[in-house]
């Protein structure tokens, strides 16, 4: 059975940097017309926590789906 993630941002932190989108492996991630983040594909995320790791603002969390 293939995991889920689920990815938690904080709107409020983000500043629309975009380094996590230039590391998404999966393209999950783009920025939105407001200059945040937004979670494009959710179903692609793999769980790689590139985006929480690379985040300066600490932003984005990765969580699997627990079911």
């Known amino acids: 059975m293939k995991k889920e993630f689920r990815l938690l941002v904080q709107e409020a932190w983000c500043k629309g940097c975009g380094i996590c989108v230039g590391f998404c492996p999966q393209k999950v991630l783009g920025i939105a017309v407001n200059g ?8 692609l ?4 926590g590139q985006c929480q790791l690379r ?4 932003a984005i ?5 627990k079911k």
């Not at 945040?36 to 179903?43: A, G, T, W």
């Not at 969390?61 to 789906?65: A, D, G, L, S, T």
């Open 55 to 58: 985040c300066p603002d600490f």
């Open 45 to 48: 995320c793999i769980g790689c």
């Open 36 to 43: 945040k983040l937004s979670v494009n594909h959710p179903e």
């Open 61 to 65: 969390k990765v969580e699997e789906v």
